[in-house]
């Protein structure tokens, strides 16, 4: 199974901005689409953005459309998430997932997962 290392979690000020990134140890032509989500504790885990990894058609929620910005890099293995303009309830781990069918907003097709990052934003 590929593994997805994720990296660039920190402790940043609200108003901030941190790129997390998603490695897959090796390139699969089942992968539709890759994505992040969130989870804070307590809270249920939530989407965050997809990408698909052929088009590059993408797919945000709404709490985070027009600050996060979700890019790959087809031969790096990699996909990105560019956070700008941070808030405190931005604060949560951050997970990157592989997707090979489906809605690429569902968390449900998605079956391989990351060990996850935390972003901790401060007011």
Do not use: H
Not at 5 to 22: D, F, I, K, T, Y
């Amino acid at each position: 199974q590929v593994q997805l290392v994720e990296s660039g979690g920190g402790l940043v000020q609200a108003g901030g901005s941190l790129r997390l990134s998603c490695v897959a140890s090796r390139r699969t032509f089942s992968t539709y689409a890759m994505a992040w989500f969130r989870q804070a504790p307590g809270k249920e885990r939530e989407f965050v953005a997809a990408i698909t990894w052929s088009i590059g058609r993408t797919a945000y929620a709404d709490s985070v459309r027009g600050r996060f910005t979700i890019s790959k890099n087809n031969a790096k293995n990699t996909v990105y998430l560019q956070m700008n303009s941070l808030k405190p309830e931005d604060t949560s781990d951050y997970y990157c997932a592989a997707s090979s069918s489906g809605r690429i907003d569902d968390s449900v097709n998605y079956t391989n997962w990351g060990q996850g990052t935390q972003v901790t934003v401060s007011s």
